[in-house]
């Protein structure tokens, strides 16, 4: 089985503490041969000030007298660091080293991070550098009866960073969430191993979101009624959570038409919202066109009318004009009269309906944002549409929602997604 080049990143000091000079150097030197030899690694990677390269040359004694060779450039290299106590000056060059290693190599290595030598500012900052890109990181410990780790006892520590890494995740998870980016939340939360963490209810909450997203709304209420709500991850968007059930509940389950419609209505508006804050402007007015269809569409089946399907009978039973009328039959196709948007509208006013009032206010305006909407990209143009065309276009959508029933202000803050608070 072909294995990864074993690849070593040791920090190099000066000695031990209570031996300086040459005495120091050699103990030095005993302690980083003990930890390569554990290893055993194809390559080391030594980062050493001027003063500290004095102990790589005590290693290679070490090696000759065990009949070995340690040779420059083939089993070792030396990085120079000068600015031992800068953090960032040593978290650049550590760096530096594993883009080399990962990216800019032929081979294919594992890196194993020795913090152990060295100042306190580089063992930190190479600490810290293997934690953000996911090295192994070791220690070495041993008898400390003297104060310091004494020759012959030396012990590897490999620093179980699972903990760390998991909670990383789930910030990682929780930013991606609010970004409505679910199947990327979906593929973080499978690297979680922490059992405390409770992944399947997050999972199952951004499948939740992520077919609502869709208008999945049967497959969003599924999801969502598996989430425990109890759990520790939800607790600053319990609330939001609890309200978005109850819609997605209303939508799948209620047995008034006309409350599950609204709710569906508000969902969609709440959607092409959201697609505008992602700046997908285009996306969000298709959003919004349907919208301003639906909401004629609710108020027709009030009166027992389906756009899809005009029953003239009672039109005429509604006292809508005979001119009116004559001109639906002569659209009839397939033995169908079919209404768009425009003539929902119209006839609405002739029912001397609210909503058919305020599009006759409004007729200019809205049959301008319809021709913006016509000519987008996204539907029968090549033009791209903008902020100031999505919010005028979603001023009136609210508004003709409003009119459509008192409880929308309601229906749209219970379809709005809920947001994890990231400060």
Request: net charge negative; with cysteine.
């Amino acid at each position: 089985m072909k294995r990864k080049e074993l690849v070593l990143f040791m920090i190099v000091g000066t000695g031990i503490n209570s031996n300086p000079g040459e005495i120091g150097f050699k103990l030095l030197a005993k302690k980083l041969y003990s930890t390569i030899t554990k290893i055993y690694p194809n390559y080391v990677v030594f980062f050493a000030s001027s003063k500290s390269k004095q102990t790589i040359n005590y290693i290679g004694e070490l090696f000759a007298e065990e009949g070995d060779e340690f040779v420059d450039g083939q089993d070792y290299q030396i990085v120079p660091v000068e600015a031992i106590d800068d953090f960032s000056a040593c978290f650049e060059i550590f760096e530096s080293k594993i883009w080399e290693f990962d990216y800019l190599n032929d081979k294919d290595c594992k890196i194993i991070m020795d913090y152990t030598s060295g100042t306190k500012t580089m063992s930190a900052a190479m600490a810290c550098c293997g934690l953000f890109y996911s090295k192994d990181i070791i220690s070495v410990g041993g008898d400390r009866s003297t104060g310091e780790v004494s020759v012959g006892t030396e012990v590897i520590n490999y620093q179980n960073l699972y903990k760390i890494y998991d909670k990383f995740a789930l910030l990682k998870t929780r930013y991606n969430f609010n970004a409505k980016r679910y199947k990327t939340c979906i593929d973080i939360l499978n690297y979680i191993v922490d059992l405390n963490i409770h992944k399947d209810s997050f999972s199952n909450l951004c499948k939740s979101y992520y077919a609502w997203d869709n208008m999945d709304f049967e497959g969003a209420y599924d999801y969502l009624k598996k989430v425990d709500l109890k759990q520790m991850e939800f607790v600053d968007i319990k609330e939001d959570l609890k309200k978005n059930l109850k819609a997605l509940g209303t939508i799948v389950n209620s047995r008034s038409v006309n409350l599950k419609n609204c709710y569906i209505l508000a969902s969609l508006i709440n959607n092409s919202i959201g697609k505008a804050e992602e700046y997908r402007y285009d996306d969000a007015i298709a959003r919004l066109y349907r919208s301003l269809e639906l909401a004629a569409q609710i108020r027709l089946t009030s009166y027992n009318i389906k756009s899809s399907d005009v029953d003239v009978s009672i039109l005429s039973d509604n006292n809508v004009s005979d001119e009116f009328i004559e001109e639906l039959k002569r659209t009839k196709e397939d033995g169908k009269i079919r209404m768009g948007l425009v003539k929902d509208y119209l006839l609405l006013n002739e029912l001397n309906d609210d909503l058919g009032k305020y599009y006759m206010e409004n007729e200019k305006k809205i049959k301008n944002m319809t021709i913006k909407r016509n000519n987008s990209i996204l539907a029968h143009g090549l033009e791209s549409r903008s902020k100031e065309d999505f919010e005028e276009f979603l001023e009136v959508v609210i508004d003709m929602a409003r009119k459509l029933d008192k409880g929308m202000n309601k229906f749209l803050k219970e379809t709005k997604f809920a947001k994890f608070d990231l400060s």
